[in-house]
């Protein structure tokens, strides 16, 4: 039997085949390339232990990519402490327990009144407002010296002041736990001693309550020259600004805000036979600024207060009714 083969398929076959045999001589010497150009020549061996990560691996320039533990290992940045690989073990705890801490400090039950701090410190009057306790103040003397305005976060006799309240102030001492000091309580007498009596509050030479200035001393030294411009004597207002507790107990300070924001301090609770009355201040007064000093904010607030003893005018910036009136006060000699 005879094939009758055409001479073109044939030479297509031939060229067909050649072409796949190079394809595949070709596939071959690459693949053979490429792995002995990335690949080690053994891998290494699963024993355990730190050798056997690098046990038969080629560590030839290039072989692998770096090891970090070898930079741990070598810590070249700190020859002092040596190496940090492999991590060393923590130390086994002392004996008896965990490193000894501070005891923390018991929780206070709900109402629960601190123990009394101990010290100088004493709590002269306090500035209470309950929805901004930023906004809170209290005036505290330690030892002899004149009493200070402090406010939360304030540092006062070694102590932190953690919070203010109408008669009473928490104080945070260095382990954390809270004492008090309280306006209208009496100190708890020693163990075994009987609670003496409070003593009676004395006599009050105005006649008003809760007042130690006279309406005769108010007059004496504060002149009204127009209803916006007065003059005070130094020596008045050196008293006043000493007598802290008294010029707390002229007005009722309640922060005032709009939009959200502070925007200064209203006054309730102003006699017009009071301080403030005999300074032309009013119920209801917005007070925004005092020589410029901001009231929207509590630090500026209490720098106006320090100023307030070397300064010889003052203005007072408030708002009455809807309208902004400018009260001027001379401060003159005695």
């Not at 906004?135 to 505290?140: C, E, I, R, Y």
């Not at 382990?175 to 004395?202: E, I, V, Y």
């Not at 001393?217 to 008293?239: C, M, P, W």
Request: proline residues 11%; aromatic residues 6%.
């Amino acid at each position: 039997m005879q094939l009758d083969v055409h001479p073109k398929k044939v030479r297509a076959a031939i060229v067909l085949v050649t072409l796949a045999l190079c394809a595949f001589f070709l596939a071959k010497g690459v693949t053979s390339w490429a792995a002995a150009k990335w690949l080690p020549a053994s891998l290494p061996s699963a024993k355990a232990g730190a050798d056997s990560a690098t046990a038969g691996v080629d560590t030839s320039k290039g072989a692998r990519p770096p090891d970090p533990h070898d930079i741990l290992a070598r810590n070249i940045f700190d020859p002092t402490t040596g190496s940090l690989w492999p991590p060393k073990e923590p130390d086994a705890p002392k004996a008896g327990g965990p490193e000894d801490k501070p005891p923390a400090p018991p929780a206070l039950a709900p109402g629960e009144m601190p123990p009394g701090c101990e010290g100088q410190a004493r709590l002269v009057a306090t500035i209470f407002s309950p929805r901004l306790p930023e906004w809170s103040f209290a005036s505290v003397a330690v030892g002899t010296t004149s009493p200070l305005l402090y406010r939360i976060g304030n540092q006062v006799d070694g102590k932190q002041v953690d919070s203010v309240y109408p008669e009473a102030v928490f104080l945070k001492t260095a382990n954390g736990a809270l004492c008090s000091l309280t306006m209208f309580r009496p100190p708890p007498p020693p163990k075994g001693a009987a609670p003496a009596a409070a003593p009676a509050p004395p006599p009050d030479p105005s006649g008003a309550s809760g007042s130690s200035l006279s309406e005769a001393e108010l007059d004496q030294n504060i002149h009204a020259v127009s209803e916006t411009k007065y003059t005070v004597q130094r020596g008045f207002l050196d008293k006043v600004l000493t007598n802290q507790a008294e010029l707390m107990r002229a007005a009722r300070v309640v922060p005032h805000e709009e939009n959200g924001h502070v925007v200064g301090v209203k006054l309730y609770g102003i006699r017009r036979t009071s301080l403030l009355g005999k300074l032309g201040l009013q119920n209801g007064d917005l007070l925004r600024t005092i020589n410029g000093f901001d009231m929207s904010a509590p630090d500026t607030a209490l720098e106006a207060y320090a100023k307030l003893r070397t300064a010889s005018n003052l203005a007072v910036s408030v708002v009455r009714r809807g309208s902004a009136v400018t009260m001027e006060y001379q401060v003159g000699n005695n």
